[in-house]
């Protein structure tokens, strides 16, 4: 019977309170006697915390890259082009418009369309791929703005000195949902990190920043900030099955990647024929015979003063305005000689036609030749120029050049200008070449000595 009693006991509902106030606590009557003696300009000021600040800063100079990929997809039909949207972050990082991302972010990609927060500028721009390097993940766009035009710009800082347990911020454009925040700590240094790109396979990172200030898609390209608003890292969006790891490249590997390989000469697009020396005077130290500089009149000795309507006060400076002009434009500069400035505007060749002219003395053309095997490509010499390696070696217009490669190595054939062009990169002045060409159906080898490049 008590077992009973006390099972109903407990199954009884028990009797209504009394109803009662909440009193409020000492803490909140403390706040609000602290809010009530405020302005409402002071009771903001409260708000604005470190990391605020840190967002008021940086985030005008972060953008949302937009871009548009053509991939193939097997069909019925055999290959068909597939329209592909991709979409990532980036931040500038030279007021003329140079900005700085995750190569993956923009590989590819047709067009590549950016925007900044719509408060600071809602017109949208088009940018352009000036140089990258697939190895590092890194890659570095120019936006198409108006001459002169100038854009907010996320200072630099070093990774040097990054301590575990440092508060960083991460600005993006996570899932498309533009200039998000999101705050946390570093949680390690020095990570080394396997990641599938999906379409060369399986790329190695070191001496990675980790993090678990939310890093998804949308974020790559973006910055991780230490808490004065400075880069120090270019956050990239890994997969790595887990909830709060993250991983960004330290902004000390990303400006040595800029100054040894995005900004070097061998990324140049635009061949002018000369050479500057590599110091803040910018003095022409060589100028090619007969190539566009030359034609125009530019000497050795001359000191550019501005590119475009761009003055120039450093080397720095100069090698962005440098990369980021255009293939077959003509470009506008501006150059002292013996006190008095001059304007020049220089033709511009694509890269391709200035090392074929530079280095071997001749000009190509790629010719469709159909077979039992499908089409194919070869290369006949359209034009070789005075006093040129291809001239001492005997070529002539018309010859269908079959391979070059350095003297002693096995291959290399050459069916288009791109691989012509390759077979010679890298390889210093006087390299001695052999070269295999077909004239009137007969083969002849030979040996051509390469020419200097500048």
């Known amino acids: 019977m008590l077992n009973l009693l006390l099972a109903l006991a407990t199954l009884a509902p028990a009797a209504p309170a009394p109803a009662a106030q909440l009193a409020p606590t000492s803490q909140e009557s403390e706040l609000d006697r602290l809010l009530e003696g405020l302005s409402p300009e002071e009771q903001l000021a409260r708000r604005v915390t470190?990391?605020?600040?840190?967002?008021?800063?940086?985030?005008?100079?972060?953008?949302?890259?937009e871009t548009n990929v053509v991939r193939q997809r097997p069909s019925f039909w055999g290959m068909q082009n597939e329209n592909v949207q991709g979409a990532g972050s980036g931040m500038v990082i030279r007021d003329e418009g140079f900005i700085v991302t995750n190569y993956h972010v923009v590989r590819d990609a047709r067009t590549i369309t950016v925007s900044f927060q719509e408060k600071i500028d809602p017109r949208q721009y088009r940018a352009d791929v000036v140089s990258f390097v697939q190895e590092e993940?890194?890659?570095?766009?120019?936006?198409r703005g108006e001459e002169g035009q100038r854009f907010p710009t996320v200072p630099l800082g070093t990774s040097a000195d990054l301590m575990i347990g440092e508060k960083v911020i991460a600005i993006g454009n996570p899932l498309g949902h533009t200039h998000t925040v999101s705050v946390g700590i570093i949680s390690g240094l020095h990570r080394d990190v396997n990641v599938s790109d999906g379409v060369n396979g399986a790329l190695h990172f070191d001496d990675l920043i980790q993090t678990d200030a939310s890093i998804n898609q949308g974020n790559s390209g973006g910055p991780l900030l230490n808490i004065n608003g400075e880069m120090i890292g270019v956050n990239s969006a890994v997969n790595v099955r887990a909830e709060n790891i993250g991983f960004a490249i330290p902004v000390d590997r990303v400006r040595q990647v800029l100054e040894d390989q995005l900004l070097g000469s061998q990324m140049h697009r635009a061949w002018l024929g000369y050479e500057v020396g590599e110091n803040d005077d910018l003095v022409v130290t060589a100028v090619t015979a007969g190539g566009p500089a030359e034609q125009v009149g530019l000497r050795v000795g001359d000191r550019i003063v501005a590119i475009g309507d761009t003055p120039l006060e450093s080397f720095e400076q100069y090698r962005f305005e440098r990369v980021g002009l255009e293939p077959a434009e003509a470009v506008r500069m501006r150059v002292q000689r013996d006190g008095r400035e001059r304007n020049l505007t220089i033709p511009s060749w694509d890269r391709v036609t200035g090392m074929l002219f530079e280095r071997l003395g001749l000009d190509a053309r790629e010719v469709a030749i159909r077979s039992r095997n499908g089409v194919g490509y070869a290369l006949q010499v359209t034009q070789v120029y005075p006093g040129s390696p291809s001239e001492a070696v005997g070529l002539q217009a018309g010859d269908w050049l079959l391979a070059v490669r350095p003297e002693g190595a096995t291959g290399r054939r050459v069916p288009t200008r791109v691989d012509l062009a390759g077979a010679i990169s890298g390889l210093r002045a006087q390299t001695p070449l052999e070269i295999e060409i077909q004239r009137e159906r007969r083969t002849f080898r030979g040996k051509l000595i390469?020419?200097?490049?500048?």
């Open 137 to 143: 993940d890194l890659a570095l766009l120019k936006i």
């Open 450 to 454: 390469l020419g200097g490049a500048h």
């Open 50 to 65: 470190d990391e605020v600040l840190v967002a008021q800063r940086a985030s005008p100079a972060v953008v949302y890259i």
